[in-house]
């Protein structure tokens, strides 16, 4: 079962900051936090994670509580091409479970 | 893009026939997974590996085998295919679980009839 606590469904609309939380309160100190996109009729694509500081790369920022009992994964400037559903996942690579995901809908 | 291709894209088969899916990676990658996806489910794992001859099971690994010969193959059977394994199976492949990224393929579209 996945382990994390995310909304079924967001919307944003074109050019604004979007933030997608994220509940993973069974956390464990050796859990890393991942997010995952999938965009309409193709395969998860890798978009961050972290372990207990904020993280940034070109696609978006992640930011994690203190007591790593949530995260929020922030797109600065949403386009249409960010719809998509956006996993969050707790664990160790190699034992990804993933939930059924934010549905993140971007209106023009 | 991770060079990564599935094959056959889409497939239609009857119930009670063998079938095997294949990933196919560029990257070198030690690490393969494969994945089923079903509405209201997400991504579930099936199986994985960890080299070559090293594979396990995932969390829905009954009435599926996988094989991995060589680094940049890793393939799926389906031993008797039946309805409930109609789905869309997704191959991942990743560098080490330190690397902390999965890759995936664009998926195999599969329909038991």
């Known amino acids: 079962d996945a382990k994390t606590t995310q909304p079924n469904s967001m919307e944003s609309n074109e050019e604004e900051p979007v933030h997608l939380p994220c509940n993973h309160s069974t956390i464990s100190g050796t859990d890393y936090i991942h997010w995952y996109r999938q965009l309409p009729s193709q395969g998860p694509e890798y978009v961050i994670h972290?372990?207990?500081s904020n993280v940034n790369n070109r696609m978006a920022s992640l930011a994690i509580a203190e007591d790593r009992k949530s995260s929020t994964l922030i797109l600065h400037r949403a386009t249409l091409r960010d719809a998509a559903v956006y996993y969050c996942i707790q664990g160790l690579t190699d034992k990804l479970i993933f939930g059924t995901g934010t549905r993140l809908q971007v209106f023009p | 893009d991770a060079g990564i291709t599935q094959s056959p894209r889409h497939k239609v088969t009857e119930t009670g026939t063998p079938v095997t899916l294949r990933c196919h990676q560029t990257e070198n990658h030690r690490y393969m997974y494969w994945y089923r996806q079903d509405p209201g489910h997400g991504l579930r794992l099936i199986h994985y590996s960890y080299g070559v001859k090293d594979t396990d099971k995932g969390e829905v690994s009954d009435g599926y085998s996988v094989s991995r010969s060589k680094t940049e193959d890793f393939l799926l059977t389906l031993e008797s295919a039946t309805s409930s394994q109609t789905s869309v199976y997704f191959c991942?492949?990743?560098?080490?679980?330190?690397?902390?990224?999965?890759?995936f393929g664009a998926g195999t579209r599969l329909s038991v009839l």
């Open positions: 991942a492949i990743s560098e080490s679980p330190a690397k902390n990224i999965q890759y």
């Open positions: 972290g372990l207990t």
